[in-house]
């Protein structure tokens, strides 16, 4: 079967499964827990084919052209709260699946609240690169492993 938008949340994995799971088993309360869609690797290979298709990282963060707004933000020891504040102010729908990729086999379908509520568990600044997105690609996020997230939307 091939993989799309429409049924990619057919082929997930058991949480106890995903490579990161480390960062979500300790911190995030069962009900949340339950909300997380971690991909399998076809389903991880259709997310970054979509990514480089599209070209979005060409340039860093984005393809230069690709979005028309373009926004940034430091993550420091203490403005999580503002982070989360900045966050919601990019008016995408609290319940919207959203697509996060850290690499080619490392994926994961939440709603945006959880990503906004638990950035600092998603991305560790030390470590990741992580693109958040959905199938429209008007807008996306890296969180840089430069302790900066980039938002661009069209």
Known sequence: MEINFENITDHTIPINDFSLNGRFIENLPLADLHQLKPLNNNSSKFLDDFITTKQLHKHAPFKKGFFNKADKIKITNDNHEEVRNWLLEHGISLTKE???????????????????????????????????????????????RKNVIYYGAK
Do not use: G
């Open 98 to 144: 959203v697509f996060l990729s850290w690499d080619t086999t490392t994926t994961m379908i939440t709603p945006w609240k959880l990503v906004i509520q638990y950035f600092d568990d998603f991305h560790y600044t030390a470590s990741d690169d992580l693109t958040v997105f959905d199938e429209s690609l008007d807008w996306a996020l890296l969180f840089s």
